[in-house]
């Protein structure tokens, strides 16, 4: 440990962003990176904890207070290396996790938590800067091909261990880019494409073979898969929530995924299906208060919106974490995200009940109830709506943000595969029924992190490497790809 006592000497230290009425006027990233001598300051104040809570916070089981001490030396090139040990894509982390490393810093108990995140993604940035990050092609080939089905980050981790194992691996991508929902469900103001660009370049430099516009089952014959000695489907959660409400196939009534996506490929001139929605001048209503109905919120404040009204169903979390969720469990806590910050009422325990409509069918108002949790031991809580307590809101569109509900059952129903009672792809050891099947991340555990998604694929990796060979070197979760980690 480099500062012993940098943990009292120095706070916390977060990057700064550029004023709203700046970052509204493009789609462009808009934090200010903070100075190198900062990040060496912010790497010191980690604790070097007997027990690393951070490591069980985090999927990955990044080892965090290796790199973080090497930043603090100003050791960038190893810090690098031991990042990517276990973290294939740690600029794509650094950018858009919610850091459940940091909620588990020991730190965290008694002040602010080491800045895990910001730490990670200058890490990865320093190396893109001095040209650290190169194509490292396998030296020998076993011989064995792989079908990678979905371009997300577990198909993009699970690729890349596959090919490090020497097997030949091509992923198949049903839209026009590669990426999955890092390419068109996350806004650009979050994560700029450049950043997946040239990723997937180094992967392609390294022998992985990449076809988009290839839908399995659809337009690309599943027979096809039949060419490979294995499968693995990392096709993601992508079945959208709705609303069964009076009036919800309104005009304005729109899903946020299509809303969202429609925007990112407007900016790069991609091909999209429909009229291109538009929240310009419009009262917006975003209804689920999580991740996706943040990013609409930005969106729709960057389009020129009238007004910004969000809903959540769901209590207003308080503002320190709760005895619920206690240390070092991601925490029920109140979370304000940049895009809430850019201009937006926020609405707690309100339910929709209609959907206003004129004689053309499109949406004009939103009819809601206040509501309560009532929590009955040994039962579900119970959802009671507050008499005298309905209301009306007029909007031109509402951005449903209500999640997803499982895997597409397309793969599912032409392989042959068995599904879990929460409709997800079943597996045992990211193994399917079918032998030479295996699935990873969201469409295998259900919507959750992009940490949990590349943990997914490296470990679903592994076992097909496993499958294939009888034995494998690829890591097991935590252990890291460099020898001696």
């Given amino acids: 440990m480099g500062k012993i006592t940098g943990f009292i000497e120095f706070e916390r230290v977060d990057e700064h962003n ?45 080892l965090i207070p290796d790199f973080n001490d090497l930043v603090y030396r100003g050791e960038w090139k190893k810090a690098l290396e031991i990042l990517h040990s276990t973290n294939n894509f740690p600029e794509f982390t650094g950018r858009l996790c919610p850091a459940p490393c940091e909620k588990a810093c020991v730190l965290g108990l008694i002040e602010d938590p080491v800045s895990i ?68 469900g996350i806004p650009n103001f979050k994560m700029e494409k450049e950043i997946i660009d040239r990723r997937v370049a180094i992967l392609k430099e390294e022998g992985i073979l990449f076809e988009t516009n290839a839908n399995i089952g659809l337009n690309y014959p599943i027979e096809k898969l039949d060419d490979f000695d294995s499968i693995v489907l990392c096709g993601g959660a992508t079945k959208r929530r709705s609303l069964p409400t009076k009036g919800a196939d309104a005009k304005g ?29 419009k009262d917006v209503i975003v209804i689920g208060g999580g ?21 959540e169903i769901m209590p207003k979390p308080p503002l320190s974490r709760s005895d619920t969720t206690p240390w070092p ?64 809101w007029p909007c031109d569109l509402v951005l449903l943000a209500l999640g997803f509900t499982g895997p597409e059952t397309t793969l599912s129903e032409q392989l042959g595969l068995d599904l879990d009672e929460r409709t997800n792809y079943k597996a045992s050891n990211y193994q399917t029924n079918v ?47 460099l020898p001696g980690v």
């Fill in 18 to 62: 550029k004023a709203v009425k700046d970052r509204l006027k493009d789609y462009k990233e808009f934090t200010v990176k903070l100075p190198e001598e900062e990040l060496k300051k912010q790497g010191s104040r980690c604790m070097d904890c007997g027990i690393p809570f951070c490591h069980s916070g985090c999927p990955l089981g990044n």
């Fill in 117 to 184: 995140e910001n730490i990670e993604k200058n890490i990865v940035e320093k190396g893109f800067e001095k040209g650290w990050i190169v194509a490292h092609p396998p030296k020998e080939r076993t011989g064995k091909t792989v079908a990678v089905v979905g371009s997300g980050p577990a198909g993009l981790a699970a690729a890349q261990q596959l090919n490090r194992a020497g097997h030949m691996v091509t992923v198949f991508e049903r839209d026009d880019e590669i990426g999955g929902l890092l390419r068109y």
């Fill in 253 to 281: 009534v729109v899903q946020a995924m299509d809303f969202l996506t429609q925007q990112t490929k407007s900016l790069f001139g991609s091909k999209f299906e429909g009229e291109m929605i538009s929240a310009r001048g």
């Fill in 291 to 311: 991740d996706t109905g943040s990013d609409c919120v930005g969106t729709s404040n960057r389009q020129g919106a009238k007004s910004v009204t969000n809903f």
């Fill in 329 to 392: 469990f991601w925490p029920l806590q109140l979370k304000t995200s940049s895009s809430h910050e850019e201009g937006c009422e926020r609405n707690w325990l309100i339910n929709t009940k209609e959907f206003i409509t004129n004689d053309k069918n499109e949406l004009i108002a939103l009819k809601t109830v206040e509501v309560e949790w009532k929590t009955v031991p040994g039962q579900r809580p119970q959802l009671i709506e507050k008499a005298g307590t309905e209301k009306t």
């Fill in 435 to 481: 032998s030479h099947v295996f699935t990873a991340g969201d469409m295998r555990r259900g919507q959750s992190l992009i940490v949990w998604a590349i943990n997914e694929g490296r470990e679903a990796a592994r076992e097909v490497d496993l499958f294939l060979m009888g034995s494998s070197n690829l890591p097991i979760k935590g252990q890291g790809d």
